[in-house]
């Protein structure tokens, strides 16, 4: 969870950053030396700015990462 902010200190080209949530989730299991991981990350697939500036006269935001979803397999030797 992030609360509202704005992008900068002062009134010149300051923008209000509106809050936002973002869930993530993993499940996995392990048998003697295996173990496998499924994970997601931004499960509600949240559009977010998380910094916008108005630099050289052109408004630019970098934005949260996509849900994305995989698996991790693992091995201990």
């Known amino acids: ?15 209000y950053l ?3 949530t973002t869930f993530d989730a993993a499940a996995g299991f392990a048998k003697d030396a295996w173990n496998v991981q499924f994970f997601a990350q931004n499960l509600g697939n949240k559009v977010a700015s998380t910094y916008t500036s108005a630099a050289q006269f052109i408004v630019t935001e970098t934005v949260l990462r996509p849900r994305i979803a995989g698996v991790k397999f693992g091995y201990k030797f």
């Open 18 to 20: 509106p809050g936002y």
């Open 1 to 15: 969870m992030t609360g509202s902010m704005f992008s900068s200190v002062g009134t010149v080209d300051n923008y």
